[in-house]
């Protein structure tokens, strides 16, 4: 008879398997760390974009009655309902007056999130290099490191938060293959002007890059500032891929719902990623989604009127508070220098606010690259996609600093 093998080593000795060096620097985000900071210590969360409220009941009843019908209750074709692909394309004509076309321009996604990861497989190749605008979102870099491709950083700098034109156009070379853009800007509050984006579509123009625009805030913009498509640019809707969000503009963000629009040639290589990174997306939020896209514009002005009021009660907490905000010109978020009220970085004021003051925040340095998080050391993020009592009451709290 054969004799049993036993292993040299001891059970403490063996090898272990491991994860892939793809995801060897991606560690817990900090949108999770701080969430369960707060929840330790019964914190008001400004931290992550998350509405404590619900979207139009509108669209809420129309996703109830797709699950009751018995026929969105199946798989959605891949690439997304009809119903859906026609509403996105109806509101970038009703909106920006762009011709998408319904059936070959758009794909239906789980998420804005998913939308980009599927525009960077589909779109760049290994070896590449992408331009990144920092601070970023911070799924960004994480995607062009899975898509084996390289990030080049371009920051914007405060108080303002704009970047260099000509740091911008050395970022440019032979081996740049997309740039993304987000604007409105998440964190800063940035909305890029129309000289901006021309600036940014005449080098992607001038060098043959993508643009994959991140635009899930496009209906939130404050004052005289004004969303500009980088797909209206002249010349970029062969060259972009545009990102849109029914959680951001409807306040829906449970049901992980985006999409991609653009040219067909671009959107084919993101429909190609996309079948195989989710294959399809929830089908009653499709049917309640189109809904979503084609309420009246009185919808759309009163969900800027509310966050009008929101913005202000936050700008006025934090200045009460001794800290100096940089009002932004959209999104639900508020970048704000606390180097007045607290001695450290922003990690640290991170914590003391959770712990002694009572509100959570986010720190942005990882939403830049090492070299560039001095930028933002004593800055931090404020969400304030909450009702408005919330609001005042973090007001409240945060007057403690001042004092």
């Not at 998408?100 to 789980?110: A, D, K, L, R, W």
Request: glycine content about 8%.
């Amino acid at each position: 008879m054969p004799r049993p093998y036993h292993s040299p080593l001891t059970e403490q000795d063996q090898p272990m398997p491991s994860y892939s060096n793809r995801v060897s620097t991606f560690g817990t985000t900090i949108f999770t760390e701080i969430n369960v900071l707060a929840q330790k210590h019964g914190a008001i969360n400004l931290g992550q974009g998350r509405p404590d409220f619900d979207g139009p009941n509108e669209v809420i009843e129309a996703s109830i009655a797709a699950m009751r019908s018995g026929k969105h209750n199946q798989y959605a074709p891949g690439s997304g309902t009809a119903s859906l692909k026609k509403a996105v394309a109806d509101h970038a004509a009703r909106f920006y007056d762009l011709d998408v076309n319904p059936e070959s321009g758009v794909v239906i996604t789980s998420g804005a999130t998913e939308g980009i990861f599927s525009s960077m497989l589909g779109l760049v190749d290994a070896g590449d290099e992408v331009i990144v605008i920092e601070p970023y979102f911070d799924s960004y870099v994480p995607n062009i490191i899975m898509a084996n491709a390289t990030p080049v950083f371009v920051p914007l700098r405060p108080p303002d938060w704009t970047f260099d034109r000509a740091e911008l156009r050395a970022a440019f070379g032979p081996k740049t293959r997309a740039i993304i853009l987000n604007t409105p800007q998440n964190p800063t509050g940035r909305v890029f002007t129309y000289d901006e984006m021309k600036f940014i579509g005449d080098l992607c123009i001038e060098f043959d890059v993508v643009c994959i625009s991140d635009e899930v805030y496009e209906h939130l913009v404050f004052g005289d500032a004004r969303h500009i498509p980088m797909a209206s640019i002249p010349g970029m809707f062969e060259r972009t891929v545009t990102i849109g969000s029914l959680g951001k503009s409807f306040s829906f963000t449970g049901w992980k719902l985006g999409w991609v629009s653009g040219h067909p040639d671009l959107i084919a290589g993101v429909g190609r990623a996309h079948q195989f990174v989710t294959f399809a997306s929830h089908h009653p939020s499709q049917e309640a989604a189109a809904v979503a896209l084609s309420l009246p514009g009185t919808y759309f002005e009163e969900f800027q009127e509310m966050y009008t009021t929101k913005r202000k009660l936050m700008l006025d907490g934090l200045s009460a508070a001794g800290l100096k905000p940089f009002s932004p010109e959209g999104t639900y978020f508020i970048m704000a220098d606390f180097a007045d009220v607290f001695d450290g970085d922003a990690l640290e004021f991170t914590q003391h606010l959770v712990t002694e003051i009572g509100v959570a925040c986010i720190p942005p340095a990882p939403f830049f690259a090492p070299e560039h998080q001095h930028l933002a050391r004593t800055q931090a993020r404020f969400s304030f996609c909450k009702a408005d009592d919330t609001l005042k009451q973090a007001g409240e709290r945060l007057a403690k600093l001042s004092r």
